[in-house]
């Protein structure tokens, strides 16, 4: 299951009349990871005659494994530079290999915007690391289309700031793009130190660049002949994707002989513990002991363990069933219809399913049974269709 990550909001983006039509964007597992904050989109660069006036923003998320907190973060910064393309009036003269104007000289050639997308590199570095600073990481992957091969001056500058780019590196035999009979990468993800040291593995998944054109999906209803087939993940796009292997980071294995404090994690089991309080060899698994565990779904809902505390307005998954708190709560299984836990169902058109233990207030709708009943007054386990029933059938 894939969620999404939140567009920053208005306020924290660039005026409108100076964001591209097209954005980047996240999309993320849930039950591998969590956002840590809001994203953010460097948003002071977009004037006139600035770096990215005639590209699109970097945007940046912060993530966390999943049931584990923001100290162990790590940042990923989506980026898209400018096209090779000679088709606007160039921005930048003051690079070593000139300006922004095609030099087609072997020894220059790289296009149009070369200048322009060393300042985007430099700027999205440099954006990167207040954004990590920010949220408390040293962990930064910067990825995307930056439309420079991987010996060009945008990517030298790039390595200057301490990145590696990881394509390159662990899988140089491979590229992302073709174009006129050639191969290269203009599509990259680069990691520093600290991020560099997650990875476990890169690959270029040759699944686009290497397609006929015929197939592409720009192709779809195109010819007299389907070509395109959407089915299968090939010709999706006229880039490579580049698909890096992580450890993320966890907290430390418990030990009988430290002194954790109230907040501090650590791994047991292969569950994720947080200490409610001081402790010191008190091995976690004790559902009323100084630990408790941390557990997500696959969409990111946390998990029901006996050992966590919960509060009013927690959610939790139970058996495939859906619960949320009345109260707090600790080590009381969700099901009892008197319970702190209410069952939250329903239907497909978003009307709240009756259930036992769910609380309803008067002028709360609910289905049961194919009927659609209204409550009268405050109610909790009343079946609608009962006599005496605080339930009005409205349907």
Known sequence: MWAYAPSPDAADLPPTAQQDVIRTAFIYKPAEVSPV???HVLSDESGAGQSFSIAREPLAQAFTKAGTSAQYAFLVVANHFKSKGADADGLFDDCVNGGDAENTDPALDQGAFNCTRVHQAKDAAAFAEATAKSIGTDRIFLLGDLNAYT??????????????????????????????????????????AAARAMVTGADVWQINAQEAVAYAYSRDNYNVRQLFDASDPFAASDHDPVVVGLTLPAPADWNASTVYNTG??????????????????????????AWEQIVVGVDGTAVWTPSRIFHGGDSVTYQGKTYEALYYTRNQKPGDAKGPWQEMASAPDGTALWTASRVFEAGDVALYQGVTYEAQYYTRGDRPGQKHSPWKAIG
């Open 37 to 39: 904050g809001a994203s």
């Open 151 to 192: 010996h060009e001056d945008p990517m030298q500058a790039l390595y200057d700031a301490g990145y590696t780019d990881l394509g390159s590196a662990i899988d140089p035999s491979e590229a992302t793009y073709s174009y006129g009979g050639l191969a290269g990468s203009l599509d990259h993800v680069l990691a520093n």
């Open 264 to 289: 501090d994690e650590v791994t047991y089991d292969g569950s994720t513990w947080r200490a409610l309080w001081w402790t010191k060899n008190q091995k976690p698994g004790d559902p009323n002991g």
